[in-house]
């Protein structure tokens, strides 16, 4: 388990890579990539790869509530 809050893992276990599937067009990578998205919609997670969340920008930002702004 990883810690949130950047405190030690005192369990000794490694953590397993977690595979992500992009909502979109299907692609796939190992571990969170620093320009893949992440959403949570129905408290459930939803990932977009680079490609998808370049193209679905403006979507995605229609969407965000007026506190962002």
């Known amino acids: 388990m990883t810690s949130l809050s950047g405190g030690d893992d005192s369990s000794g276990s490694a953590v ?28 459930r997670r939803h990932y977009l790869c680079e490609t ?12 965000l509530d007026l506190a962002w702004w």
Request: hydrophobic share 30%; glycine share 8%; charged share 20%.
């Open 52 to 63: 998808c969340a370049r193209e679905n920008l403006r979507a995605i930002e229609g969407r």
């Open 16 to 43: 397993d890579p977690q595979t992500l599937v992009c909502a979109n067009c299907g692609a796939t990578t190992e571990d969170p990539q620093p320009l893949w998205t992440c959403s949570v919609e129905n408290g």
